[in-house]
């Protein structure tokens, strides 16, 4: 879509598209290919609302005549671009002191806007209840302690008798000790351990391609440095 622009000659050849292409996927910030005219589609759905700030949504809004929200509340949060005091000020600014938190860039979302305009609040919410994405090792944890097992659990699964660690989610306590790595940090205790999870996975020939993740970029280097000392390679580390 960045390759197309639409010049004013080209907006009714647009038009006579949607015929052909009547829906179009696109990001929040990925509209500039399509004019910006009020009602040009019938339904707009906004997925993933939680994660998308209201002021992302405002130019789709204006291209829609109805509009559909699917969330969860239960999601991380959207990012503000900035600061609240930042956003004091900008509406300080324009003498919109006065607008309501609902309709706010900081500390807001499409999801949580869309909910304070229903009439019934959260009982006017359609829940999704079944769940075909993750193995149930995975999601189980969240829809006993987050969901309160209302999650109808849909994923097929396979029986994988005989595996080091068959599909799922585990858990290995390791005592370490973060030491700081500058700019990041590493603990080498954890890290000897990844190494160790990794020479028995590749004691199970069912295993195929290995990554290991982490959020520090000296744990990542430190493991990466093991992996090669333990001669183990074709292990993406980031």
């Known amino acids: 879509s960045r390759s197309l622009r639409l010049k004013g000659g080209d907006i009714e050849l647009f038009k006579d598209a949607l015929d052909v292409l009547p829906i179009w996927i696109a990001t929040g910030q990925g509209t500039a290919s399509i004019p910006l005219l009020p009602d040009l589609f019938d339904l707009l759905i906004i997925d993933e609302a939680s994660q998308c700030t209201l002021t992302n949504i405002l130019p789709l809004l204006f291209r829609a005549k109805r509009l559909v929200v699917i969330g969860d509340k239960e999601q991380l949060p959207a990012i503000a671009?900035?600061?609240?005091?930042?956003?004091?000020?900008?509406?300080?600014?324009?003498?919109?002191?006065?607008?309501?938190?609902?309709?706010?860039?900081?500390?807001?979302?499409?999801?949580?806007?869309?909910?304070?305009?229903l009439p019934g609040q959260h009982a006017?919410?359609?829940?999704?209840?079944?769940?075909?994405?993750s193995h149930p090792l995975i999601i189980?944890?969240?829809?006993?302690?987050?969901?309160?097992?209302?999650?109808?659990?849909?994923?097929?699964?396979?029986?994988?008798?005989?595996?080091?660690?068959?599909?799922?989610?585990?858990?290995?306590?390791?005592?370490?000790?973060?030491?700081?790595?500058?700019?990041?940090?590493k603990n080498t205790a954890e890290a000897n351990e990844v190494i160790q999870v990794i020479r028995e996975l590749r004691q199970d020939r069912s295993v195929g391609s290995i990554g290991v993740v982490t959020p520090f970029?000296?744990?990542?280097?430190?493991?990466?440095?093991?992996?090669?000392?333990?001669?183990?390679?074709?292990?993406?580390?980031?």
């Not at 002191?97 to 499409?110: Q, V």
Request: charged letters at 20%.
């Open 217 to 238: 970029r000296g744990q990542a280097e430190l493991i990466s440095e093991l992996l090669h000392q333990a001669v183990l390679r074709d292990i993406e580390v980031g």
């Open 140 to 185: 189980g944890f969240s829809n006993s302690h987050i969901y309160h097992s209302q999650l109808q659990l849909r994923k097929r699964t396979q029986t994988q008798s005989g595996k080091l660690y068959p599909g799922g989610v585990y858990h290995r306590h390791v005592i370490g000790t973060a030491a700081k790595s500058y700019p990041s940090w």
């Open 124 to 133: 006017d919410v359609i829940p999704l209840t079944e769940h075909y994405c």
């Open 81 to 117: 671009s900035i600061p609240i005091p930042m956003e004091e000020s900008l509406l300080h600014k324009m003498g919109l002191s006065e607008l309501e938190y609902g309709l706010r860039h900081c500390e807001n979302n499409a999801y949580d806007a869309a909910l304070s305009q």
